[in-house]
């Protein structure tokens, strides 16, 4: 009998629960044991879920990151964050954002962040020098351990396994990881020794770095890591997603463990081989439910590949979505807005179970018996297929007039700058924000209301109005050079433009964690993509009317909506991306006719989308450069044009990065002490750049002397003329007792820098 378990569930809760739970403690309005009892409700509720299932999984709950976790479960805590007077769940929030809680004044810089793999998850990553020690503290995992067991369910632990863990981080003091693996595996032993003591039969270890490029020195490193850790009895179910082995699919093969998961969402061939080389008694889990994105499987389709597995493995074959489920929304079953031709397309992450559960009952009992389940899945297949709410001709024909050869400025950027400067008249080390300001509560409740139909657009322009009008005053009296609006009627960066453009569905709870509290709700990118109408002109126009200074006009770009949408999947991500492409491009024109002479593009998650693989990242790179250029092809060279990048190693794209020859970048450097800029240095980047010089996914306020010391550092990079002076990102999370006293001190840094004379302060 086939049995069926998953690697990982949501863990915000169906209406973000965790999120508010979170919130409240950091504000000091609940206790410790508040918030764990908000996560003992959300656990529960993922038990329930899985009661049909064979295995409960647990280990994959977090307070913020599950990477954070594993770095407390194996005792590898920064020094900055050991204080014995604190609680281990607030040495783990120091870690994880710089401060336990908003009214406590002790802060600490918080742990690195950077993309899980090529999703949209952010995780804190690992710190690792020649003297790091480990140690076991299991509690938290053994507390979900027992709260699963009580209700009556078959366990499975889920573990970060100890290659993976070691390659995710980052060296402080450029010691080989690979040393600490013989520290690392003993700790990992008596876990699953403590583990073993509880009953449990089998534990999910994941190794997510198995499907990238591996060095034969890390394909080593796994077999000498696997073959200390089976002296236990546990069994071990080696679990891999995201993708396909490739290369790494012998070593897997040959590694000592008792079963293995791949993802097989787009490949069944890898599972087919490996079927041929496993023992008859050897687990072979199948991801056959493609759980980072939300269109119904085609269950004739799986069924039609993984019977001929299921005749060979019996009882040793296991199903499974391809990854876990914390990458898609709860369920589909408290939307109401959506249309009911789009509802029939979905599968969010508890109708992902049933679909499972059905693949399950197909293999164990027949087809005849879920042959009704599957009548409704073909015909919801082909409506989808023949929607005329997918296909326009209009944006077709567009496509094909697009000529990639032709997409570059008018002229160079050394001519550009020179124009420019003299029309903008800036000066030296500008200043600017990247975006947004504070999303106030009433900000939040002007919106609701006018979604709710509670005030008139009249109204509701008028509000909007206001907030631009006080943050653009507010920018004036700070002494800012370039402005921006503050985006007060933007809920998300990408969720905005989708609720704008055709081609795009809204939900109403499809919430998915970015990370920590943070979570974002992706539009659903169903059909042919095209601008109807203004996106952003009318906001950006009344602001400019405000101020003699440049406004900045602020979009997103095609790379960053395609990666943080839920996409199509029945055409190439080159086309659609070309869809939005055009899209932009209409709006870029708009702004620049009304007199926006500075425009941004964020491309905050060009990097996230990179393939995992090298020898596909030429392609998306050529596209997805030119779906940028195409946006900003056509403007003067007296325009500006901005892009912005969130938390990304930019080694070995930044070929790709100048390629794409914005004007300014901006980019996160301060969490990693503007460590990214040695790459820009090596590779003498040639336009201008704003290192972000204060960390806004912390409360803590930054110093005057901290930010000229990053100032400093990219003074030895970059000429002056090159460098602009601007936060790491948006700062719409922050408050604006946090945001003032912290934008205070960065205008003072640059003004201090304005004189070649003035020493700055080490």
Known sequence: MAKSHLLGAARIGPNR?????????????????????????????????????????????????????????????????????????????????????NHNNCCTQAGEMTKWFDTNYHYIVPEFDQNTEFSLNPEQLIRQINQAKALGSTVKPVILGPVSYLHLGKSKDQCDKLALLDKLLPIYQELFAVIERHGIEWVQIDEPALVVDLSPEWQ??????????????????????????????????????????????????????????????QVLSLGVINGRNIWKSDL????????????????NLWLAPSCSL??????????????????????????????????????????????QQLKDNETSLLRRHHSPLVTNQDVQNALSNINTQHLNRISPHVERQAIQQQKLKLP????????????????????????????????????MQQEIESVIQYQTDLDLDV????????????????????????????????????CVKPPILFGDVYRSQPLTTQWAEYAQSLT??????????????????FVRDDQALSTTCYQIALAVKEEVQALEQLGINIIQIDEAALREGLPLRKNDWQHYLDWSVNAFKLCARDVANSTQIHTHMCYSEFDDIIDAIAHMDADVITIESSRSDNELLQTFERF????????GVYDIHSPNIPTLESIQTLIKKATTIFDRDQIWINPDCGLKTRRWEEVKPALENMVKAAKSLRNPSVVIAD
């Open 548 to 565: 003699n200074k440049p406004v900045k006009g602020m979009l997103t770009g095609p790379v960053t909506i395609l990666n943080w949408s």
């Open 326 to 371: 914390l990458h898609v929304p709860v369920t589909l079953a408290n939307e109401t807005s959506l249309a009911d031709e789009l509802i029939d397309w979905l599968a969010f992450g508890q109708e992902k179970i049933a679909e499972l559960e059905c693949l399950t009952l197909a293999l164990n009992k027949g087809r005849n018996a879920v042959v």
């Open 17 to 101: 629960e965790l999120k508010f739970s979170l919130e409240s403690y950091w504000r000091g309005d609940i206790t410790a044991d508040e918030l764990q009892l908000t996560a003992n409700t959300i656990q529960q509720q993922n038990i329930q879920s899985t009661a049909d299932l064979n295995f409960t999984q647990v280990g994959d709950f977090s307070f913020y990151d599950h990477v954070l976790d594993t770095s407390f479960l194996l005792g590898n805590v920064p020094k900055r964050a050991q204080n014995d007077d604190d609680s281990r769940l607030d040495n783990y929030f120091k870690v994880a954002r710089g401060k336990a809680r």
């Open 684 to 691: 003498q980047y040639p336009n201008q750049i704003g290192p």
């Open 220 to 281: 080593l490193a796994y077999r000498y890591a696997f073959n200390a850790l089976k002296t236990s009895s546990l069994k071990i179910l080696l679990t891999t997603y995201f993708g396909p082995l490739g290369t790494n699919l012998d070593l897997v093969a040959t590694l000592p463990v008792a079963g293995i998961h791949l993802d097989v969402t787009h490949d069944i061939d890898e599972a087919s081989s490996l079927v041929q080389s496993q023992s008859v008694d």
């Open 300 to 315: 004739t389709k799986i069924l039609d590949s993984i019977e001929p597995l299921a005749q060979v493995k019996q009882d």
């Open 483 to 518: 402005l921006v609006h503050g985006e007060p009627e933007r809920n998300d960066m990408v969720e905005y433009f989708g609720e704008l453009l055709e081609g795009f569905a809204q939900t109403q709870l499809g919430w998915v964690q970015s990370y920590g509290s943070r």
């Open 428 to 463: 030296a080390f500008p200043t600017t924000t990247i975006g947004s300001f504070p999303q106030t509560a009433d900000i939040r409740q002007t919106r609701n209301q006018y979604k709710r139909g509670k005030i008139d657009h009249a109204e509701y322009v008028t509000k």
